[in-house]
């Protein structure tokens, strides 16, 4: 027998959730399936677990640039505690319990699409229970790590960042192969919490590809500081590992070879289809699902399919995800009760400016809109203007050999930013500001009355409007 709801979410993640609180918001009824962990990737593999690992590493190298102060070695065992907690030590009790609040009925099981408006839920008993949607499927099942085809990766069984983010023995020698967001983040965790030797390899010339070039600089150059072994350039040829659990030998083009106790691929990620049922929509099996502004997915007959959050391939961040979901789930409400859907809270048009996003590293990098690089590209008439964090009082009060720089992309002809970028320790705070002025399109001279505090990291605006000559 078929249940029926007005709504239907596939994935209980970030995204997912959202949909559904919102849809409920709207007086809509809705079933959430979930297969795994209601929270998702981001509650108990990713950015929470992370974090959790990261914060004691960033707070030791804040308080080594403090003269007169110092840490003790990082006790490992208690922030592995304290990660365990974070991440409700692999329970989803209080998220279904959220759900089921709403109130939404949560169906623990894999969805698959099967025809228009249907949604099939195997149980992990082999039971299938069928639902029916009245208005809107919506699908949130996020994405999955991808591997590059080299000769022997796939047979070593390399970490993933979900063994990364669960790590219960820190290894004494890693390799890393990757040099994005998840690379630099866990070979920096992985490193201060105790593995001696880490060796990041990188494919391309620089660190953090899609942020501007001098951010993935600072942070490679305080990798090695450090005493990470950061090797750009470095293409893998093979990989072994003769023995399951013994050491792994990665081998390069230039000859060399790196051998380490465990290895971790952090190459990208891919949106979680292929075995959704996108074929009974009418799409293709796989590839991120194609959405307009309002979520819904393009090419679906009769409109009642969407999709939210990494799964649409549009920013792999948590915040945009859920973001599209408040839009996602308003405008299913919106159309279901024949209200206006095109009110301009109803569009999540933030994409298109070049999403805010944190790398929490030493140093920090953050960054909104776009970059020199992609303002030229898009044929916007561009200037930039660049300031050394360092000199700003705030900054140097913060600590000894503070190291850091803001850039900013203006837009001539309008005087507005269209991007800015800011690396330094500490800087994460300062991007919400940056968000406001890039999505608002301030113009420069309104900016100029915006006055930072002193003596905050914040007077480096001061300073970047002053290089550009006000
Ligand atoms: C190591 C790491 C650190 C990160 N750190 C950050 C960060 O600091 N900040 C940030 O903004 N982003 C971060 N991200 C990205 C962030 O994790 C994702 O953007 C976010 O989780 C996407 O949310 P989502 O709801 O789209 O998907 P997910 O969180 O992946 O959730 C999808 C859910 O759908 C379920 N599902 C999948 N298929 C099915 C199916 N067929 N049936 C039923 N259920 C299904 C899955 O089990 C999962 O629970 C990080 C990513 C990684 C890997
Ligand atoms: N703090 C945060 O906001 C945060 C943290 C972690 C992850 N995330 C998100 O999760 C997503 C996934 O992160 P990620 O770091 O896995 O992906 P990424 O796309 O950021 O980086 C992938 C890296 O792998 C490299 N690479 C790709 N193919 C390769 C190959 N064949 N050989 C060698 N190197 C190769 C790329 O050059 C790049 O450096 C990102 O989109 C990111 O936004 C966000």
């Given at each position: 027998m078929a249940d029926e709801f007005d709504v239907v979410v596939v994935g209980a993640g970030p995204a997912g959730e959202n949909v559904a609180g919102r849809a409920v918001r709207g007086g809509l009824s809705v079933a959430v399936v979930e297969e795994?962990?209601?929270?998702?990737e981001c509650s108990y593999w990713a950015c929470i677990p992370s974090k959790a690992l990261l914060r004691p590493v960033d707070l030791v190298a804040e308080v080594g640039r403090v003269p007169g102060l110092e840490t003790g070695p990082i006790d490992t065992a208690a922030v592995l505690a304290r990660r365990d907690e974070a991440v409700s030590h692999l329970d989803d009790e209080g998220q279904v319990g959220w759900i089921e609040g709403l109130p939404a009925e949560f169906v623990r099981g894999r969805g698959k699409l099967d025809g228009p408006k249907v949604v099939g839920v195997t149980a992990r008993d082999g039971s299938v229970r069928t639902l029916r949607a009245r208005h809107a499927v919506v699908l949130a099942t996020g994405s999955r790590p991808v591997f590059p085809e080299v000769p022997g990766l796939a047979e070593a069984r390399p970490w993933t960042s979900r063994e990364a983010t669960a790590v219960r023995e820190v290894p004494r020698r890693l390799v890393v192969l990757g040099g994005g967001v998840v690379a630099c983040e866990m070979a920096q965790a992985l490193h201060g919490l105790g593995a001696r030797e880490v060796t990041l390899l990188v494919?391309?010339?620089?660190?953090?590809?899609?942020?501007?070039p001098f951010a993935g600089e600072l942070v490679a150059e305080s990798m090695r500081a450090s005493g990470i072994d950061v090797r750009t350039r470095a293409e893998v040829t093979r990989v072994e590992r003769p023995t399951p659990g013994g050491p792994v030998t990665v081998h390069l083009a230039d000859g060399e070879s790196v051998e380490a106790d465990e290895l971790l691929v952090a190459t990208g990620r891919a949106p979680a289809?292929?075995?959704?049922?996108?074929a009974s929509a009418g799409?293709?099996?796989?590839?991120p699902v194609k959405v307009d502004d309002s979520m819904r997915a393009t090419?679906?007959?009769?409109?009642?399919l969407y999709a939210v959050g990494?799964?649409?391939?549009?920013?792999?961040l948590t915040h945009m995800g859920k973001y599209q979901a408040r839009v996602c789930g308003d405008v299913i409400v919106a159309r279901a009760k024949g209200e206006?859907?095109?009110?301009?809270?109803?569009?999540?048009?933030?994409?298109?400016y070049g999403p805010p996003q944190v790398?929490?590293?030493?140093p920090q990098v953050c960054a909104v809109g776009r970059t020199e690089e992609a303002a030229r590209a898009e044929g916007f008439d561009v200037r930039v203007v660049e300031y050394d964090?360092?000199?700003?009082s705030g900054a140097y009060l913060l600590?000894?050999?503070y190291r850091g720089r803001a850039k900013a992309v203006v837009d001539e002809r309008r005087r507005v930013l269209l991007g800015v970028t800011f690396a330094g320790?500490?800087?994460?705070?300062l991007l919400q500001a940056a968000t406001v002025a890039v999505v608002a399109e301030v113009p420069l001279d309104r900016l100029w009355h915006a006055v930072p505090a002193f003596?905050?990291?914040?007077?480096v605006w001061l300073r970047l409007l002053e290089e550009y000559g006000l």
């Open positions: 795994e962990l209601a929270g998702g494919r391309g010339g620089s660190l953090l590809g899609r942020v501007e289809t292929g075995d959704v049922g996108l799409l293709p099996e796989h590839g090419g679906v007959d009769g409109g009642w990494d799964v649409n391939g549009r920013a792999l206006p859907d095109d009110l301009p809270a109803l569009r999540a048009v933030a994409d298109g790398v929490f590293t030493d964090l360092g000199s700003v600590g000894d050999d320790p500490g800087v994460a705070e003596p905050t990291v914040s007077e």
